[in-house]
Every structure is written in C-alpha cells, then in structure tokens.
C-alpha cells in the first residue's frame, strides 16, 4: 500500500475529502465514526452528517466566509450517525483554494463522545452553547444571534439546569469536556 494511502486511510481521525460540500472520500475511522461503511460515503452530501438541515445551513455559511478568509475552520459540533444518534465532534477543514472555498477540501473529525456526552438541546440552545465556549458574553452572543441579553440569559439558565451545572464556568467546563 503506498504510505499516503495508508496514511489517510488509517489515521486515528475521521478524514474526508469534499468537493461543493459532496464527499469524494473518506478514511476508515470516519466510516467507524458514523457508522457508515467508508465506502458507502462516497458521493453523499456531508449534510447527511449533520445534525439537522438548519445547521448544514447556517454552519455552511459560516465555513464558507471563514475559508474565503483563511482557507482554514475549525469548531466543535453536534454531528449525526447513521442509526440517527447524535454526538460531538470536533471538526477542522482546509479548503485547497480559498477563493473558491468549497470546490475541494480535506476535513477530519474527532469524536468527543467518551468526554462530552450529548443531552438534547435545541438548534438555539446549541448555538447559545457554543458561544459561551468561546467566552462570548450573553450581551455578545444576543448581538451575533439578534437576540436580547434578557433571551440569552433564559438560555443559558436552560443549560444550566439540562447539564446540572451550578455556576457558568461549570456549565463551560461540562461543555468543553473538562475534568470539573
């Protein structure tokens, strides 16, 4: 086996190559990942991986700009597999020409599972979630999500009770899969 081959197809992370957001090709963990056998990849829209059409959206947008700026993404996410059940997912791309940035690019993918467990949140709660990951106040995330510091406020309270956290940081240190 030519040692790039191997490379790719036995790495310790989900790889995927994507062409307009339409998968060329995956390694073998990421077939493990989503329960999906490698093969059975190709040709598929990686929106069959995402958690719900909403987020294959809106995420879509927000790659796209950053890959039109960098050529690089990276966020940690909800994703879905095969049999339906959802868990995180750490996720970086490299898009091979950032002024077209989703004509080709090269994705991996970690599954955060045994770290951070996936309790049901809806698409806001999820993006409320992220944002405090990032250290955002809620008078930050209620200016990115259009939302009022009031609103942000009642979900991130929501969190808080859904993941049994006491305080902010650590409802931040059960999101991010740190030991408390």
Same mark, same amino acid.
């Given at each position: 086996?030519?040692?790039?081959?191997?490379?790719?197809?036995?790495?310790?992370?989900?790889?995927c190559?994507?062409?307009n957001r339409?998968?060329?090709r995956?390694?073998?963990?990421?077939?493990?990942?989503?329960?999906t056998?490698?093969?059975?990849c190709a040709?598929?829209?990686?929106?069959d991986?995402y958690?719900?059409?909403?987020?294959?959206q809106?995420?879509g947008?927000?790659v796209?700009s950053?890959l039109?700026?960098?050529?690089? @993404?990276?966020?940690?996410r909800?994703m879905q597999?095969r049999?339906g059940t959802?868990?995180?997912?750490?996720?970086r791309?490299?898009?091979?020409s950032p002024?077209?940035?989703?004509q080709k690019?090269v994705w991996?993918?970690?599954?955060l599972?045994e770290?951070?467990?996936?309790v049901e949140?809806?698409?806001r709660?999820?993006?409320?979630?992220?944002?405090?990951c990032r250290?955002m106040t809620?008078?930050?995330?209620?200016?990115?999500?259009?939302?009022? @510091?009031r609103?942000?406020e009642e @979900?991130r309270?929501?969190?808080?009770?859904?993941f049994?956290a006491r305080k902010l940081?650590e409802?931040?240190a059960?999101?991010?899969g740190m030991p408390l």
């Open positions: 086996m030519e040692l790039n081959a191997l490379a790719f197809d036995h790495a310790p992370v989900g790889l190559i994507l062409e339409i998968i060329q995956v390694n073998l963990r990421f077939g493990e990942m989503f329960a056998p490698a093969e059975a040709n598929r829209s990686i929106a991986f958690a719900s059409d909403e987020d294959f809106k995420l947008e927000k796209y950053t039109g700026g960098t050529g690089r @993404y990276s966020d940690e909800v597999r049999d959802l868990f995180w997912c750490r996720v791309g490299q898009s091979t002024d077209h940035p989703f690019s991996s993918f970690a599954d599972s770290d951070r467990p996936v949140l809806t698409q709660e999820r993006e409320v979630a992220i944002l405090t250290g809620s008078k930050e995330i209620g200016l990115e999500l259009e939302l009022s @510091y609103t942000v @979900y309270a929501r969190l808080l009770r859904k049994g940081a409802l931040v059960k999101l991010s």
